[in-house]
Nanobody, 128 residues
Framework: QVQLVESGGGLVQAGGSLRLSCAAS????????MGWFRQAPGKERDFVTA????????YYANSVKGRFTISRDNDKNTVYLQMNNLKAEDTAVYYC?????????????????????WGQGTQVTVSS
């Protein structure tokens, strides 16, 4: 059983930056592809980005491409989400998730059901 704990959320002005972290425990971190999703009030949980087990492959939603960067440190069992040039529409609860696969297609990595383990989420609020 993998436990995931997100941190780093907060309130930031539009145009600012935040770095989210997700610490994993209870499993072999390097065996999992990792993803970040977000959910705004009254909306579905949406895919943000994913990274392969080694960090060699990444995939981004069009809405964040060029502004967000996902990375991972397998020695520290941690995945990161660097968010730059934040916009009001980025406001949401951000969740990290672990998939029981090293990597998949872009179609599968953006699907919620691909991921077996989820963190509790961290709130990101961007003021305009």
């Amino acid at each position: 059983q993998v436990q995931l704990v997100e941190s780093g959320g907060g309130l930031v002005q539009a145009g600012g930056s935040l770095r989210l972290s997700c610490a994993a425990s209870g499993g072999t971190f390097s065996r999992y592809a990792m993803g970040w999703f977000r959910q705004a009030p009254g909306k579905e949980r949406d895919f943000v980005t994913a990274i392969s087990w080694s960090g060699g492959s990444t995939y981004y939603a069009n809405s964040v491409k060029g502004r967000f960067t996902i990375s991972r440190d397998n020695d520290k069992n941690t995945v990161y989400l660097q968010m730059n040039n934040l916009k009001a529409e980025d406001t949401a609860v951000y969740y990290c998730a672990a998939a029981r696969t090293l990597w998949g297609t872009t179609q599968t990595m953006r699907v919620v059901n691909t991921y077996a383990y989820w963190g509790q989420g961290t709130q990101v609020t961007v003021s305009s």
